[in-house]
């Protein structure tokens, strides 16, 4: 076994040691395919309000320009299905990977963790970590290195887990054995085409980001539309319907990770609760939450949004 391959191999074991689901590796080089989608992507606005989306577009497809001397793209993937759900089903919804602990803080320390390894163990190795942050095409990487694929919905599928973990990259100037893709097993299926509350699925695997759920409740600053009243289907805060139709999470297993527990207030809400809440219930049950995103005011919004006649 050469040391290339020994690398890869400690590698992906201390990252299943840290409670990565998984960890594939593609060479760091220019997205050549993802380039022309993406433009087309942007050039019809569908990333809305997003124009943080539209800068760096030269970094978000090479990581050789985030990471100098860059040569492999690490990606790895953070189960996050929760195993208890709302209480009130006519609670208004949040997407489940805002339930717990703000997943940013709790995967870039486990990235932190992952390249002390490789720095300890293998040697003077450079490389920046990277959590859902803006530069940086993760689902694209992810695919690239075998871990799942794209599906209709735009989420990173997994025959084994389906799609609700998160994905995060370390782009390290060490060269590694590279993954290669696995197939796509969408097939003739369109449950997430036909689910999409907002049909924001415009065409299969083409998701405009500016008829997202996720979009209106959490990145739009202003007020939601009108003309989408009585179409958001109850979520407040992002929305999984695209996922949760999906055949594939059926084979979702719930994760092992503490951090990502919801506070059991969270889960007892009732809608009336929801509609009453104040700043002071709102910063205890969201205290370390990726729901302050939108601080009281957003999801106040948003809640009012439901139910407002
Ligand atoms: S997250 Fe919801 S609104 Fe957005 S594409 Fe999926 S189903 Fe549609
Ligand atoms: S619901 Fe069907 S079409 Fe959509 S992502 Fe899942 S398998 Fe693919």
């Not at 290339?4 to 191999?9: G, I, L, V």
Request: net charge negative; charged share 30%.
């Amino acid at each position: 076994m050469n040391s290339k391959t020994q690398y890869t191999e400690r590698i992906k074991s201390e990252a299943k040691r840290l409670g990565f689901l998984s960890c594939g590796v593609s060479k760091a080089e220019f997205l050549e395919q993802e380039a022309p989608r993406l433009e087309k992507w942007l050039n019809q606005n569908m990333n809305g309000q997003m124009g943080y989306m539209e800068n760096h577009f030269d970094k978000r497809l090479d990581p050789t320009k985030l990471v100098d001397d860059s040569k492999s793209v690490v990606s790895l993937l953070l189960n996050y299905f929760p195993s208890d759900a709302q209480k009130d089903p006519e609670a208004p919804k949040i997407s489940k990977y805002a339930y717990g602990t703000d997943y940013h803080f709790v995967i870039k320390d486990k990235l932190k963790q992952l390249l002390q390894f490789i720095q300890e163990e293998i040697g003077e190795v450079q490389g920046r970590a990277f959590v859902d942050s803006a530069p940086v095409l993760d689902k694209a990487w992810a695919a690239k290195s075998g871990l799942g694929w794209i599906g209709k919905n735009s989420n990173l599928l997994t025959q084994k887990v389906g799609s609700f973990y998160f994905i995060a990259e370390l782009i390290i100037d060490l060269e590694l054995d590279y993954d290669t893709p696995v197939t796509d097993h969408c097939g003739t299926c369109t449950a997430c085409i036909d689910a999409c509350p907002t049909q924001a699925i415009v065409e299969p695997y083409v998701v405009d980001g500016s008829k997202c759920i996720s979009y209106f409740t959490i990145e739009l600053k202003e007020e939601i539309p009108n003309s989408y009243k009585d179409q958001f289907d109850n979520w407040m805060f992002g929305c999984d319907v695209c996922q949760d139709v999906c055949p594939w999470n059926r084979f979702s297993k719930p994760h092992r990770e503490p951090l990502f527990n919801p506070k059991p207030e969270l889960l007892e809400m009732s809608k009336k609760d929801w509609e009453e809440i104040t700043q002071e219930v709102f910063s205890k049950v969201f205290q370390k939450s990726a729901v302050k995103r939108t601080k009281f005011s957003g999801l106040k919004r948003n809640i009012d949004f439901l139910f407002e006649k």
